[in-house]
């Protein structure tokens, strides 16, 4: 330590007189300083050295010398502008997912980067879909940024080809890359080349934590065949719980697999029929090959452990297989199941295997059943969750005309939520609904009366159709959206404020179609 | 208008204010927009119809809302979207923003006319001299002096006190044993000299080096100290230093007649704000187009009243700059100002090595050896982030020589990111160990740096 500093630590009364500093300068200069009656003392003395020493010392500094790393490489794509970055800073200051969703694609399709004022924030973001939509965007600015934060990693291990290509050293990242980037690898390699996917994953197995074993066993999804499923049974047996249900998925997605075969036969056992009657007779009691094959016990009090098997082995039988085995028409079924006590078990079961597995003559029975109004013992939550099942098999002809008869009437007497249906048709809408919702909307809000508590079901798809409505609407939806004057309760508050959000999001859609070129 | 988003923003009151001018930020709520090359207008819906006017060369807002903020929030909404030229489209003013104008240009040219008259009678009168003083002025003027001299003879004895007992002593005392003295000072009417003690609190166990730093920070106060009390003895520029850095003022209509004035194109490079005990202090710094002179822009406010005046960094501004009378001549303010609305777009008049502004730096010091706060202008410089992969990181800005300085900041990521590793123009604040970001210019456009980290 400097003396002069030590002397200061200890103090005067115990270091005594201080020498003079080595510095002949800073000597001289304090040598120059006028003297009076407080200057001579040890203290003062030693306060104007150290005064002038640090002086001296800023004096003179001098500047280490660094290296800097390379820059960032000539970017391919153009920056995008001014406009579109305070666009894409709102949207990234907000959550909402779908606008950020809309606005990341729009520019990927347009080829522009974002402006580098907004990397750190696009690199801070933990959600994975939303990195894999902004990945695209970063540019090489970006990538270069990322080596320097150790929490932006993610960006340099991303993989650098186009979606679905297999890169050039597969293998190596296959080896030596980030979980993230080796199950890509794996996932892109299933696609084109099975079997050499499997002889990769079958050679990594024993070596793999398990929550990379559920990884592995999900990539087997793609592509699965007979030649996976020596594989996926011995997965059965794994250790691992997610494991062996993540196995048990994806053998019940595999027609003619012996999971599917004994879940047949499981289902024949439980299912008959006889003298005109549909006969069921769910087990009592499973044993471990049930549990092996990714049976589990119901969750919910209102659905017995027999039910609940019901449903989960239906459920995983193909429909077409009830035809040849009881010898009816899906109508018959249908009708039948009602008469028995585990009609809603049979027709969740029938309609999710349907949903899994395809079944054309099975489609629109079901379909118009769940429409039916309610019945005894129906639940509307059930209705609506195997209406949505249903949806992506059913023309989008079908699923409007039932939306705008709701929309004309949501008092309608049908079987699933208003929500559910309007949630069924594919953004964005066609016209003619769009015009119809947006009237629906209207002829509500004109009719709110001052004790009016409860904007059901509208304020439940306003979200919804903000998203969903075509641009062609957009005129139409920004006309001013108020509540009749008397309407002021807390529940109408509410619904202005869902209204107001709705506005802002349809303004904010407007800009993204305008300003981001697609 | 060539200002971006964030550039407006920095110059909202508040946060709050900030996110309410945003939402203003809407075409829809506004009518009769227009921009000129003086103003900018607008009337915009609130719970009655405000009419906004903002005059460009100065970003002063006018509006007919009861707010007491300043800009509000209807001045920050009609500046964002004065941004846009397709918001806000260009338009001959309106009645009601011409007679603003027009108002505003007379009272300006009154003050012009004030400033150059005493200009005029300029002619032998120095700060000092004193002989127009009536003599309750005179007496006035001695008493404080007589103030002043007592506490710093009071701060002197507890400095020898703290040299007698040891420094050692100091590290365990809280922030009001510094405080205590410091506001003697303040009631000895020292606001100089206070402010310095009050810094000394910050610096007690805060670092390694500690003893050396506080024992530096005690001895220029002694060196100072020492100077006031022999200012007789030193040349008139350094006494005028001397006595502004005890706490003397020198009031801004004395600069005509004390002050140095220079007349240029002055490039608003940079600004940041602190809190000085009850006081929020904003340092702006300017940099001369061709006078290459840096200027040092202080404004105060208390209680969360707005500055006198509105510096917006990246912008240029045309005016007479007068300087503070001193050795060092960096304090100034700026006299007839008239907006340049080309925006900064390059800082080419700066150093182009960091060894050229040391040296400068080193001379500067010579002339006034407590100016604790300089101007550092980088051509062509490269903002590092060292130690990445080991880590802990470390900041730096680097000259084309490889020669680099320590920036005070913790993770300045965005200007990163603004160069992409390329030279860029870069202006901040060295404080002798380290350097506060302040803006920078990559491709053409400014940035400011404080606060964006």
Known sequence: ?518 | MQLSSDQVLALAPDSSSAAAGKKLANVRVWRNLGQSDEAAWGECQGSALYQVRVELATFTVKCTCPSHKFPCKHGLGLLLLATDANSVPAAEPPDWVKEWLSKRATTSARKQEKQEKQEQEKGGKTAESGNNLTSDQRKRLEKREALIARGLDTLDLWMNDLMRNGLASVEAQPATYWEHQAAQLVDAQAAGVAGRVRHLAGITGSRPDWPDVLLGQLGRIALLTHAYRHSDTLDAALREDVRQLVGWNVEKEDLADTGEKVSDEWYVLGQWEYDDDKLRVQKTWLLGRESRRPALILQFSAMGRPYAETFLPGTRLTGDLYFYPGAARLRGHLANRQANTTAIADMAMGYATIEEFLAARAELLGRLPWQDSFLLVLHDAIPVCANYINGPTAWYIRDRTGAALPLRVSAPWQMLAFSGGQPVDFAGEWDGETVLPLGMTAEGIYYPLWRVS
């Open chain 1, 1 to 518: 330590m400097d003396p002069l500093v030590t002397v200061a630590l200890v103090g005067t009364a115990q270091s005594g007189a201080i020498e003079t500093m080595t510095d002949a300068a800073p000597d001289a200069l304090v040598a120059e300083t006028p003297a009076d009656e407080s200057s001579g003392s040890n203290e003062r003395r030693l306060l104007f050295q150290a005064g002038v020493r640090a002086i001296y010392q800023s004096a003179g500094y001098t500047a280490p010398a660094i290296d800097a790393p390379a820059p960032a490489e000539t970017e391919a794509w153009p920056v995008a502008s001014p406009r579109v970055t305070a666009l894409v800073k709102l949207l990234l200051s907000g959550n909402n997912e779908d606008l950020q969703t809309l606005a990341f694609e729009r520019m990927r399709q347009a080829k522009l980067l974002l402006a580098p004022e907004l990397l750190p924030t696009a690199l801070s973001v933990r959600d994975q879909e939303k990195r894999r939509l902004l990945y695209p965007l970063l540019g090489k600015r970006g990538l270069w940024l990322s080596q320097f934060n150790q929490s932006w990693s993610w960006a340099r291990e991303t993989l650098d080809t186009p979606e679905g290509a297999l890169p050039a050293d597969a293998e190596t990242l296959w080896q030596e890359g980030s979980s993230g980037q080796r199950i890509e690898v794996l996932r892109r390699l299933r696609a084109s080349n099975p079997a050499l996917a499997r002889q990769w994953i079958e050679e990594a197995w024993k070596r793999e934590k398990f929550e990379f074993r559920v990884d592995m066993t999900r990539a087997l999804a793609i592509n699965a065949g007979p030649d996976d499923e020596a594989l996926l049974e011995r997965a059965l047996d794994d250790k691992a719980g997610g494991v062996r249900s993540a196995a048990a998925e994806v053998l019940r997605s595999m027609p003619g697999s012996a999971l599917m075969q004994r879940m047949i036969a499981r289902a024949d056992a439980m299912l008959s029929y006889s003298k005109g009657a549909l006969k069921v007779n769910p087990p009592t009691t499973i044993d471990a090959t049930w549990e092996r094959d990714g049976f589990t016990s119901s969750k919910s009090p209102s659905v017995g452990a027999r039910a609940s098997w019901l449903y989960q082995t239906l459920s995983c039988v193909p429909p077409v297989h009830w035809g040849q085995q009881l010898g009816m028409s899906p109508e018959q079924l249908i009708a039948a199941a009602a008469e028995t006590k585990w009609g809603a078990e049979l027709l969740q079961g029938w309609t999710k295997a349907t949903a899994q597995f395809g079944a054309p003559d099975w489609v629109m029975p079901l379909w118009n059943r769940w429409l039916q109004p309610a019945k005894k013992g129906d639940s509307q939550t059930a209705a609506s969750e195997m209406y949505g099942l249903l949806a992506p098999q059913i023309a989008a002809s079908e699923r409007e005309a039932v939306a705008l008869r709701l929309v004309a009437d949501p008092t309608a007497a049908i079987g699933p939520r208003f929500y559910t249906v309007v949630a069924s048709l594919e953004p964005p809408w066609s016209q003619q609904f769009g015009d119809a919702y947006l009237r629906g909307l209207r002829a509500f809000i004109a009719g709110l009366a001052a004790k009016t508590t409860s904007a059901d079901p509208w304020d439940d798809t306003l979200a919804i159709a903000a998203l969903a409505l075509p641009q062609s609407c957009f005129a139409a939806a920004l006309e001013p959206l108020t509540l009749p004057e008397k309407a002021t309760n807390w529940y109408m508050q509410q619904f202005q404020r869902q209204l107001d959000e709705f506005t802002n999001t349809i303004q904010l859609r407007k800009r993204i179609y305008e300003e981001i070129p697609a």
